[in-house]
């Protein structure tokens, strides 16, 4: 009976590993080939600015004098066009550490917000996918798989969207058939 609860758990691991294999294959191989540090420290957090007193005190020797409370400056609504790499990655860490820290409806907010402004960015979706996946949200996962497979095959890293075909086959096998006849074709 302990048997079949072990290959069990083993599949779940041996599938979880993928698919974050999947998506992290180049740090994977730069690791393996010696180009990557083993370990790294994490970007510093941007600390929130510290506004100026609006009037110097008061000296005893002058009345108190009411001042109006500064109003907070107003952030534009729109995003910047150009985001770096290493912007998108914080935004995603930080979408990661909500998830770790049991948030999970701020990390699904902040990563669907994150693959509506990037989306052509087959990442986002495939971590959108985990999130679902953990949640055993399997037809959203399979979705989100499939969509990132998609933006894959479009920028021709064809073993990565082929990496996700286990685990839309263990999910969803029409939309895998739908995925190997789609890299078959290409």
């Keep these: 009976m302990l048997m079949p609860i072990l290959r069990l758990v083993l599949i779940y691991l041996v599938l979880t590993l993928a698919v974050v294999g999947v998506f992290k294959r180049d740090n994977l191989m730069r690791l393996v080939a010696g180009d990557l540090p083993a370990a790294e420290t994490p970007a510093p957090?941007?600390?929130?600015a510290v506004a100026a007193p609006a009037a110097p005190a008061p000296s005893p020797a002058q009345p108190?004098?009411?001042?109006?409370?500064?109003?907070?400056?107003?952030?534009?609504?729109?995003?910047?066009?150009?985001?770096?790499?290493?912007?998108?990655?914080?935004?995603?860490?930080?979408?990661?550490?909500?998830?770790?820290?049991?948030d999970i409806a701020g990390a699904r907010a902040q990563l669907i917000a994150l693959a509506g402004a990037h989306p052509d960015n087959p990442d986002l979706k495939?971590?959108?996918?985990?999130?679902?996946?953990?949640?055993?949200?399997?037809?959203?996962?399979?979705?989100?798989?499939?969509?990132?497979?998609?933006?894959?095959?479009?920028?021709?890293?064809?073993?990565?969207?082929g990496g996700l075909l286990p685990v839309l086959r263990q999910i969803d096998p029409g939309k895998a058939e739908t995925l190997a006849a789609r890299l078959q074709n290409r």
Excluded: K
């Excluded at 957090?45 to 929130?48: A, H, I, N, Q, T």
């Excluded at 998108?88 to 930080?94: D, K």
């Design 45 to 48: 957090m941007p600390r929130p």
């Design 64 to 102: 108190a004098t009411p001042v109006a409370a500064p109003t907070p400056a107003v952030q534009p609504a729109t995003q910047p066009d150009t985001v770096t790499e290493a912007d998108l990655a914080t935004a995603i860490n930080a979408a990661r550490a909500a998830y770790w820290a049991g």
């Design 126 to 161: 495939g971590e959108l996918g985990n999130l679902h996946f953990s949640q055993r949200d399997y037809p959203a996962a399979a979705t989100a798989y499939l969509e990132a497979a998609n933006l894959l095959i479009a920028q021709d890293q064809f073993a990565r969207a």
